[in-house]
Structures are given as structure tokens and as C-alpha cells.
């Protein structure tokens, strides 16, 4: 059984307007350095998860360095005061629910994991129910699309609350980057869905640089998907990942934003996503 939050009907609460939509050419770098924080973290991320969902996972696909981040405090403590902001600009955001209202069909239960105070779900489509998750909870009171939704810190313990197979779709938006044990998680994301139902993980090249792990902190557009796409591969079960890519200049081929690119002013945010399915059985498995 879940256990979560309920969703506050009153929603007048006050909050901080906090400007923290980072451009990737500026990265920001912690106060703090790895070796001396004040609450006694490492620098190695911790990890749990159970063991039936460890058994999924046939290899890691991160190094110990490679989850490694420059602020080592509690991602609770990053994120224990809402952001209300988007992290990402409209043309990612559009592109994003045009893939879900691909993927995603109505009466369908979706786990957003990752998430915060705003929805990139198609408003249109009703869905069966939509469980939110994330670090802070007034965020996630005031996304409207939220049936109800939990607090977890992935990169503590990578157990979800949730029965087996219980979700027809799982979605990740321009989070991926922050999880240090992603091979746990995907896991996890396996055992909650329904066989048949799909993971969507999107992301662009912008990101809280000192939360971001070092394996995505120091790679490339291309290393990051490919390292998306490890991600699914090292679950048994997952189909072959799908990779979804939308980059400035893909619609828009007019002089003038031609010109625009060239003056480095295109303004518009790569758009990446990587999508697999459940497979109903494990290709490995033979018996009826
Ligand atoms: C850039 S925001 C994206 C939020 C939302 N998906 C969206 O599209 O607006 C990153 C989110 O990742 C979540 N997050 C970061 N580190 C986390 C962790 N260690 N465990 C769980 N969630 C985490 C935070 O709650 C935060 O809302």
C-alpha cells in the first residue's frame, strides 16, 4: 500500500520565488567541498533497496566516482524550500506533453517521480489517478494533477511505496541527473510498472551543476542519453530504449533563427527523452 500524502484542498499558502533556472554555461560550483561539509556526509552516495528488485539488475552501469556530486549535503536540505519556477522553457515543455499524449492514455495510474509543483501532463486526458513524488512536499501540494503524492530521497533509499506492477506509466522529467544509484531506481521502476506500461525519462542540458552527478556533470549530450539508455539496459526486462530528440533549429529552419543560432541567442532547450516499455516476461526466461 502507498502511503502518502493527502492532497490539501486549500492551497493559500505563501511561498519563496526562487530564480533558479540554471544555464548550462553557468555552472554553479558548491560553498562546500566534498571533504568538509558539516553534517558528516562522504562524498559516496548510500544506497538500499530490496532484494527482489536487486535481483533485476544485471550490471552497474556508474562508476563509484561516476555518482559522486560536488555538494555532498542532503538533497533534503537542497530542497527543503519550494522552487516555484519552471526548470526548463516552454518549447521543451510543449514537446514533453506532446510525447506523453502520445504515450500515455486516459484512465491510466502514472507515478511522476521526480516531481514538483507543476505537471507536463496533457490537461485534457483523464487519468485513473496520478501519484506524485519529490523532495518537497509544499511543491508537490500545489501541482494540480497530483491525486496524492510522497517525500523520498532516492539517493538514500530506492524503495518505493507501492505494490508490483500497479502503474501503467512512470515519468521522469529533467531530474535523472540527480540520482546517484540509478540502477536501483530504475529497478524499482520496473517492479511498480505494469507489464506492458512504460518509462519516459526526459532531459535537457540544464541542471543544479553541484547536485548533478559526475558521470553526467562531465559528459556530452550524446554520453548523456547514452548513459539513459544504459540505465534501462541494465534491467532485465526493459524493452530496446527509444530515443527521443528535439533540438533547436529541428522545426524551426527560418533565416532569422538561423541567425539567432549563430548569435548563440536561439534560447530554446534541447529536448531529449528516453522511453522503454515492460516487457511481459523476461527475455531470458523460457518456461511457460
Ligand atoms: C529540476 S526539478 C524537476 C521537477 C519536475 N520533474 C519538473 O519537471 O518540473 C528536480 C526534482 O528532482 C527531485 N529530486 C532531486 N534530488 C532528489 C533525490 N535525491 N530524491 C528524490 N527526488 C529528488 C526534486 O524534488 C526536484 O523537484
Not at 134 to 162: H, I, M, T, W
Request: net charge positive; aromatic share 12%; charged share 20%.
Amino acid at each position: 500500500m502507498l502511503s502518502l500524502h493527502p492532497i490539501p484542498t486549500a492551497r493559500t499558502r505563501s511561498w519563496v520565488n526562487f530564480p533558479f533556472h540554471i544555464h548550462p554555461s553557468l555552472p554553479r560550483i558548491s560553498a562546500s567541498s566534498p571533504t568538509s561539509n558539516n553534517n558528516n556526509q562522504t562524498n559516496q552516495p548510500t544506497s538500499s533497496s530490496s532484494s527482489s528488485t536487486s535481483k533485476l539488475i544485471k550490471r552497474f552501469v556508474l562508476s563509484n566516482k561516476g555518482r559522486t556530486k560536488l555538494n555532498t549535503y542532503s538533497d533534503r536540505d537542497f530542497y527543503s524550500y519550494p522552487r516555484f519556477v519552471t526548470h526548463v522553457d516552454d518549447k521543451f515543455i510543449s514537446t514533453l506533453t506532446d510525447l506523453y499524449r502520445e504515450r500515455l492514455f486516459s484512465g491510466w495510474e502514472v507515478l511522476d517521480l521526480m516531481s514538483s509543483w507543476v505537471s507536463h501532463l496533457p490537461r485534457e486526458v483523464k487519468y485513473k489517478r496520478v501519484v506524485g513524488h519529490g523532495l518537497n512536499a509544499q511543491e508537490l501540494a500545489k501541482n494540480p494533477r497530483l491525486d496524492s503524492f510522497f517525500v523520498k530521497n532516492l539517493n538514500e533509499e530506492q524503495q518505493f511505496q507501492a505494490e508490483d506492477c500497479s502503474f501503467d506509466a512512470v515519468i521522469c522529467a529533467v531530474s535523472v541527473q540527480y540520482l546517484q544509484w540509478p540502477e536501483k531506481v530504475f529497478a524499482e521502476v520496473f517492479r511498480v510498472l505494469k507489464p506492458g506500461g512504460v518509462f519516459i525519462v526526459s532531459f535537457s542540458n540544464r541542471m543544479f551543476y553541484e547536485k548533478a552527478i559526475a558521470a553526467w556533470r562531465d559528459g556530452t549530450a550524446f554520453s548523456r542519453v547514452q548513459l539513459v539508455v544504459q540505465y534501462f539496459q541494465c534491467i532485465d526486462g526493459f524493452t530496446q530504449p527509444e530515443v527521443v530528440r528535439r533540438l533547436p533549429g529541428d522545426v524551426d529552419n527560418s533565416p532569422l533563427s538561423g541567425i539567432m543560432r549563430l548569435l548563440g541567442l536561439s534560447g530554446s532547450d534541447p529536448f531529449y527523452a528516453v522511453v522503454a516499455y515492460r516487457n511481459f516476461k523476461p527475455v531470458y526466461e523460457t518456461t511457460q
